[in-house]
């Protein structure tokens, strides 16, 4: 049942990833609408009820009941007005990405058009859980050698044999624990060079027909022949970042109980200070190693470029991360929800199992973890588009020469940012041309026209004024 469900999992995501293409523009605008119309609504009820608590608060109630209602009036205010402050700043960002939210909607829509064409980048979530896998049994394996390699010593309490490490072998486990963290950074590194390197070939290549026959093989053997280097050294900047990070998350567990207020607050705020910075290198290691695809440049100089286009489209950037990530997440939730809903129905005809809650819980689980698999490569490929889409408008601008690579989809979201951009310049040309057309000395004698026209009705004075304009 178990192994159904997560097969079941992995068919829903692989047909959400194809159904998103042609369903991009109505749910990326449902649910925008759903989030907002939600936002509101929640600040309505919570202020709604703040108004209805203060009425009921009654000066002759006793005094414990009295404090009690006193504080749960303090608490609807301060959420009354969190919730406020939320929503304006929703609808702020709402309102000044509400142009960007159709790029995210084209590069949907461009995205599903990768997966028909190159359908084993679907398959790159079975190839990186396997070497994952395989790499894990090695390294537990090894593990358990350097265990049992040290002086066998007899503990006298319990009488069983110990072996205790001597010299440079004792520090071969600190070694063998970074190489883990490493390894594995570099395994999924590998896999977002191979995804970058295939849709920057699709993107980049004007005849589709005239792609290699397997560009998912092509972006491998590049990987393997020129790339290895630059995939190793970002995945040790990531070590970097994570090692300590796992340090100080040891110590705040070991220390839990102990530690006073101030070091409890110091080691969570380290922490979570680290655990941004991993995220915000592993989002520029990935557009770097898109970069490194495109122009084959090393990793400094990819992740330099890579940065600063990035810094150029930040408000493009954070539509595409806000929303685009918000469509994902709902999208893995109604994968679990269906998952959980068949296996409801299959573990209804087995009715010898009394306790249908554990089975479940594990099918969800588990099913979030496929459907995240599959999602997150469709994550990669949106952010690679946008990246080579940036590139090609920022080089390219259509002309004969310097014609777009980019899809009829994105043609169009450029075309129409082309137009409002040279209406919004019209318009401003003309008013800064009237506003340069009268000087200040025609602007003196319209004043002057003005006031004498109120006192003696004369037109002469206008004519004057007219000519000296």
């Given at each position: 049942c178990s192994i159904?469900?997560?097969?079941?999992?992995?068919?829903?995501?692989?047909?959400?990833?194809?159904?998103?293409?042609?369903?991009?523009?109505?749910?990326?605008?449902?649910?925008t609408a759903v989030v907002v119309v939600g936002s509101i609504g929640g600040t309505g009820i919570l202020w709604w009820l703040y108004v209805d608590h203060s009425?009921?608060?009654?000066?002759?109630?006793?005094?414990?009941?009295?404090?009690?209602?006193?504080?749960?009036?303090?608490?609807?205010l301060i959420?009354?007005?969190?919730?406020?402050?939320?929503?304006?700043?929703?609808?702020?960002?709402?309102?000044?990405?509400?142009?960007?939210?159709?790029?995210?909607i084209a590069l949907f829509h461009v995205a599903g058009k990768v997966f028909t064409h190159l359908p084993?980048?679907?398959?790159?979530?079975?190839?990186?859980?396997?070497?994952?896998?395989?790499?894990?049994v090695y390294w537990i394996s090894v593990l358990l050698f350097l265990g049992s390699a040290g002086s066998p010593v007899q503990n006298n309490q319990t009488g069983l044999v110990e072996f205790k490490m001597d010299g440079p072998l004792q520090y071969m486990v600190w070694y063998h624990a970074v190489g883990l963290i490493w390894i594995s950074e570099f395994i999924l590194a590998c896999q977002q060079m191979t995804v970058a390197g295939a849709v920057v070939t699709y993107y980049f290549t004007r005849d589709k027909s005239q792609m290699?026959?397997?560009p998912i093989v092509s972006s491998v053997l590049r990987l393997m022949r020129y790339h290895l280097g630059t995939v190793v050294k970002g995945a040790f900047i990531i070590t970097l970042v994570e090692i300590p990070r796992l340090i100080l998350t040891y110590i705040h567990s070991q220390l839990k109980g102990r530690e006073n207020a101030c070091a409890r607050c110091m080691l969570k705020a380290c922490i979570c200070c680290l655990w941004c910075l991993e995220k915000c290198l592993t989002y520029l290691n990935m557009n770097a190693y898109t970069a490194t695809a495109i122009n084959s440049t090393n990793f400094c100089t990819s992740a330099r470029d890579a940065f600063f286009?990035?810094?150029e489209n930040a408000l493009r950037v954070a539509a595409i991360n806000s929303v685009g990530d918000f469509v994902l997440f709902l999208g893995k939730v109604l994968i679990v929800s269906c998952t959980a809903f068949a296996g409801i129905l299959s573990l209804n005809y087995q009715r010898e199992y009394t306790v249908w809650v554990l089975p479940l819980i594990i099918v969800c689980v588990f099913s979030f973890l496929?459907?995240?698999?599959?999602?997150?490569?469709?994550?990669?490929?949106?952010?690679?588009?946008f990246l080579c889409f940036a590139i090609d408008t920022k080089y390219n601008d259509g002309s004969p020469g310097r014609e777009y690579y980019m899809d009829k989809a994105l043609m169009e979201f450029v075309e129409n940012t082309r137009r409002a951009t040279e209406r919004y310049s019209k318009v401003e040309g003309?008013?800064?041309?009237?506003?340069?057309?009268?000087?200040?000395?025609?602007?003196?004698?319209?004043?002057?026209?003005?006031?004498?026209?109120?006192?003696?009705?004369?037109?002469?004075?206008?004519?004057?004024?007219?000519?000296?304009v």
């Open positions: 159904l469900s997560l097969l079941c999992a992995a068919v829903l995501s692989l047909i959400l990833m194809v159904v998103i293409r042609y369903i991009s523009v109505v749910l990326v605008w449902i649910l009425k009921s608060v009654n000066a002759s109630l006793p005094a414990l009941e009295l404090e009690v209602a006193k504080d749960n009036q303090k608490a609807l959420y009354a007005i969190a919730a406020t402050i939320f929503t304006v700043i929703l609808l702020l960002l709402m309102f000044f990405m509400r142009k960007r939210v159709a790029l995210t084993l980048l679907a398959l790159q979530p079975f190839w990186t859980f396997l070497t994952l896998m395989l790499f894990w290699p026959f397997t286009i990035l810094a496929v459907a995240h698999c599959f999602l997150s490569i469709f994550e990669i490929v949106v952010d690679v588009l003309e008013s800064r041309e009237m506003k340069s057309m009268v000087s200040l000395k025609g602007q003196f004698l319209l004043f002057l026209w003005f006031i004498f026209d109120q006192v003696s009705h004369k037109n002469t004075f206008l004519m004057l004024c007219s000519n000296q």
